[in-house]
């Protein structure tokens, strides 16, 4: 369904100043700003709601003549390139000079940086402009992808490539638990595209950042990368399920927190329960991967997913945390991370414990399955046992 005339003219009132911008990369980003509105509203799909209003407005406003419609219609065009009727759209006279630089940039260098966690990896891309006299600094593009939820949370364009790197550089040399790489272009690309897509059929969008006001432009810029041609690279993922299970219970690290006892059955089956949990978990992030066991991932796991998906009965709630703490000191000796990282993540697991006990005890974060299991269990019913839940809800259904 087109957009209302009004909003086409609205358009057309906010960018009134385009004309008198200095080069090609303001116009660009005040255009990108413009579309952000659009990408920001959409219920779903948004990167093709921004497609379908840009061929919409430069249908709507082919007949306008003005040196500010001539020039953002230029602009729009060079965003979203493969929009309805972009290719069509012609350099005019009324436009400032500027407009011939208009996306016409090539990428000088591509980058990746994150934690040694693998929680966030930023990726980072400077561009130049052909002409720098007309179309403006050489800039840097940043996308940062949350790996813990999947998505891409944030894109943002700085109008300074040398300053954006030089601070990201100082950063990672500042901070232990962080890294930096110069980064395969084609995987670059492949990796933002992947999570942003993700990003654009959200219902509701991170509320902190760029993600909506730079997306056009960043997506434009990103497009200029070579297609992924190199394999994905070789991230320590160690074994899974059973396997690993069986490796850590013959861990150092599970020794010296005296797991498994063997000499009691109870402690044997709550540590095999225990260890399931973490794995169970890791399956539900993106990635699967058990040992990316950061102080995020932690968090999610002791504050959040158990309570809502597991019913531990007292001897699995003693166990768990030593469990954790176990795990944390295996999982990071396994990717190979610094006892520095170790560290950070065994203190931040030691603060979430008591918080851990606390909600344990009130059960304030059971979902209503895990709830219902639990109050089976502490009536002495078998959740396994058909014929006694279904002896049980006879004698409660008035409840």
């Given at each position: 369904?087109?957009?209302?005339?009004?909003?086409?003219?609205?358009?057309?009132?906010?960018?009134?100043?385009?004309?008198?911008?200095?080069?090609?990369?303001?116009?660009?980003?005040?255009?990108?700003?413009?579309?952000?509105?659009?990408?920001?509203?959409?219920?779903?799909?948004?990167?093709?709601?921004?497609?379908?209003?840009?061929?919409?407005?430069?249908?709507?406003?082919?007949?306008?003549?003005?040196?500010?419609?001539?020039?953002?219609?230029?602009?729009?065009?060079?965003?979203?390139?493969?929009?309805?009727?972009?290719?069509?759209?012609?350099?005019?006279?009324?436009?400032?000079?500027?407009?011939?630089?208009?996306?016409?940039?090539?990428?000088?260098?591509?980058?990746?940086?994150?934690?040694?966690?693998?929680?966030?990896?930023?990726?980072?891309?400077?561009?130049?402009?052909?002409?720098?006299?007309?179309?403006?600094?050489?800039?840097?593009?940043v996308a940062i992808v949350d790996h813990n939820i999947g998505i891409a949370k944030d894109v943002f364009v700085s109008s300074s490539a040398e300053s954006m790197l030089s601070q990201v550089r100082a950063l990672c040399d500042a901070d232990e638990l962080m890294w930096f790489r110069t980064e395969d272009p084609g995987r670059l690309r492949d990796e933002v595209g992947r999570h942003l897509e993700i990003t654009d059929d959200l219902g509701d969008l991170p509320a902190d950042g760029s993600l909506a006001t730079d997306h056009a432009l960043?997506?434009?810029?990103?497009?200029?990368?070579?297609?992924?041609?190199?394999?994905?690279?070789?991230?320590?993922?160690?074994?899974?399920?059973?396997?690993?299970?069986?490796?850590?219970?013959?861990?150092?690290?599970?020794?010296?927190?005296?797991?498994?006892?063997?000499?009691?059955?109870?402690?044997?089956?709550?540590?095999?329960?225990?260890?399931?949990?973490?794995?169970?978990h890791a399956e539900t992030l993106p990635g699967a991967d058990p040992l990316r066991w950061s102080p995020a991932v932690a968090g999610l796991f002791l504050l959040d997913w158990v309570h809502r998906r597991a019913v531990l009965d007292i001897d699995d709630a003693a166990m768990l945390p030593m469990v954790v703490r176990a795990w944390t000191a295996y999982s990071g000796r396994k990717r190979g991370l610094s006892e520095t990282a170790v560290t950070g993540t065994r203190s931040v697991v030691e603060e979430l414990i008591p918080e851990f006990v606390r909600l344990y005890r009130t059960g304030e974060r059971r979902s209503p399955a895990t709830a219902a299991v639990a109050q089976l269990i502490s009536e002495g019913v078998d959740p396994n046992d058909m014929t006694a839940i279904e002896a049980w809800l006879d004698a409660n259904r008035d409840e």
């Amino acid at each position: 369904m087109p957009a209302p005339r009004p909003v086409y003219e609205a358009v057309l009132h906010a960018a009134r100043d385009v004309t008198k911008l200095g080069c090609a990369l303001d116009a660009e980003m005040l255009g990108t700003a413009l579309l952000g509105s659009i990408y920001s509203v959409a219920a779903e799909r948004r990167a093709e709601a921004v497609r379908d209003f840009v061929g919409r407005f430069l249908t709507a406003t082919e007949r306008q003549h003005t040196p500010e419609a001539v020039t953002i219609r230029e602009v729009f065009a060079a965003l979203v390139p493969d929009a309805d009727g972009a290719a069509g759209v012609g350099h005019d006279g009324r436009a400032p000079s500027w407009v011939t630089e208009l996306g016409r940039v090539r990428p000088t260098g591509c980058y990746a940086y994150g934690d040694v966690y693998g929680d966030q990896t930023s990726y980072l891309v400077t561009f130049a402009y052909e002409d720098s006299a007309g179309g403006g600094p050489e800039h840097a593009v940043v996308a940062i992808v949350d790996h813990n939820i999947g998505i891409a949370k944030d894109v943002f364009v700085s109008s300074s490539a040398e300053s954006m790197l030089s601070q990201v550089r100082a950063l990672c040399d500042a901070d232990e638990l962080m890294w930096f790489r110069t980064e395969d272009p084609g995987r670059l690309r492949d990796e933002v595209g992947r999570h942003l897509e993700i990003t654009d059929d959200l219902g509701d969008l991170p509320a902190d950042g760029s993600l909506a006001t730079d997306h056009a432009l960043a997506t434009a810029r990103f497009a200029l990368l070579p297609v992924v041609s190199t394999p994905p690279l070789d991230e320590p993922t160690g074994r899974t399920g059973a396997d690993l299970a069986r490796d850590f219970a013959d861990s150092p690290e599970a020794a010296a927190e005296g797991l498994p006892d063997t000499a009691r059955e109870a402690d044997r089956a709550s540590f095999a329960f225990c260890v399931s949990l973490i794995l169970d978990h890791a399956e539900t992030l993106p990635g699967a991967d058990p040992l990316r066991w950061s102080p995020a991932v932690a968090g999610l796991f002791l504050l959040d997913w158990v309570h809502r998906r597991a019913v531990l009965d007292i001897d699995d709630a003693a166990m768990l945390p030593m469990v954790v703490r176990a795990w944390t000191a295996y999982s990071g000796r396994k990717r190979g991370l610094s006892e520095t990282a170790v560290t950070g993540t065994r203190s931040v697991v030691e603060e979430l414990i008591p918080e851990f006990v606390r909600l344990y005890r009130t059960g304030e974060r059971r979902s209503p399955a895990t709830a219902a299991v639990a109050q089976l269990i502490s009536e002495g019913v078998d959740p396994n046992d058909m014929t006694a839940i279904e002896a049980w809800l006879d004698a409660n259904r008035d409840e």
